[in-house]
C-alpha cells in the first residue's frame, strides 16, 4: 500500500523560504511514476504546483514557476518542495500526491492518487 | 492556461436522490479529465480518471462521462457519505499543465 506524508515547518515568516517533504512509502520514487504538490488555501479549491519524475524532469505551474524547485532524493525515497518569498497569499494546507500519467485511447491522461494528509503553512511574521 | 468551470457551486439535495455535476473546459482536453470527492479535514479522493473510468474501491453510483469541454460526474443515488466537495481537474500535455475546477459542494437538503 503506498503512502505519503508531508513534513515541515508550520510557520513560515513573510519574503522567506517555504521547505516541505514527502516521505514515500510502499512504492520507490525511481519507477514510473511522477510526484506532485498541490495545495489549498483555507476555505479554498485546489492549486497544482508541479510534478517531478524520477528523471529529474520537472514542470511547475506557470504562476509560481520562478518561486518553485521540486527535488527528489532516491536514497530516502522523498522528494521536497522549496517555495522561495513566500507571502500571506501562500497560506494553505500542502498536499504531495502520486502522479499517474499514461496513454489511455491515444489521449495522455493524467490523475493524483493517493494523496498525503497535508500540511498546513502559515505565512506570518 | 486551460480553465475549468465547474456548476453549480453549491449543490442541496436529498438522500436517494440523482446527482449530476457539471464540469466545462475553456478549450478540448479531449478526456484528459479526473474527478475528485473531499471531505472536511480530508486529503482529496481519486474517483474518476480518463474522463469516465472508475477508479479503485469507488462505489458503481459514481460514473464519469463527456469529452471535449463538456463532462458530467453522476452520482446515481445519494448516500450519507456522498456529502462533500468534488473537483474536476484537467492535465494538458503541451506544454504541461494542471488545473483544477473550483468545486461544488453538495449540501443536504
Known amino acids: 500500500q503506498v503512502q505519503l506524508r508531508e513534513s515541515g515547518p508550520g510557520l513560515v515568516k513573510p519574503s522567506e523560504t517555504l521547505s516541505l517533504t514527502c516521505t514515500v512509502s510502499?512504492?520507490?520514487?525511481?519507477?514510473?511514476?511522477?510526484w506532485g504538490w498541490i495545495r489549498q488555501p483555507p476555505g479554498q479549491g485546489l492549486e497544482w504546483i508541479g510534478s517531478?519524475?524520477?528523471?529529474?524532469?520537472?514542470y511547475y505551474n506557470p504562476s509560481l514557476k520562478s518561486r518553485v524547485t521540486i527535488s527528489l532524493d532516491p536514497s530516502k525515497n522523498q522528494f521536497s518542495l522549496i517555495l522561495r518569498s513566500v507571502a500571506a497569499a501562500d497560506t494553505a494546507v500542502y498536499y504531495c500526491?502520486?502522479?499517474?500519467?499514461?496513454?489511455?485511447?491515444?489521449?495522455?491522461?493524467?490523475?493524483?492518487?493517493?494523496w498525503g494528509q497535508g500540511a498546513l503553512v502559515t505565512v506570518s511574521s | 492556461e486551460i480553465v475549468m468551470t465547474q456548476s453549480p457551486a453549491t449543490l442541496s439535495v436529498s438522500l436517494g436522490e440523482r446527482v449530476t455535476l457539471s464540469c466545462r473546459a475553456s478549450q478540448s482536453i479531449r478526456t484528459s479529465l479526473a474527478w475528485y470527492q473531499q471531505k472536511t479535514g480530508q486529503a482529496p479522493r481519486l474517483l474518476i480518471f480518463g474522463a469516465s473510468a472508475r477508479a479503485n474501491d469507488i462505489p458503481v453510483r459514481f460514473s464519469g462521462s463527456g469529452s471535449g469541454t463538456e463532462f458530467t460526474l453522476t452520482i446515481s443515488s445519494l448516500q450519507s457519505e456522498d456529502f462533500a466537495i468534488y473537483y474536476c481537474q484537467q492535465y494538458s500535455h503541451w506544454p504541461p499543465n494542471v488545473t483544477f475546477g473550483q468545486g461544488t459542494k453538495l449540501d443536504i437538503k
Open positions: 517531478i519524475f524520477k528523471s529529474g524532469d520537472t
Open positions: 500526491a502520486r502522479e499517474v500519467r499514461t496513454s489511455l485511447q491515444q489521449v495522455v491522461v493524467n490523475w493524483f492518487e493517493p
Open positions: 510502499g512504492l520507490s520514487i525511481g519507477g514510473v511514476y511522477y
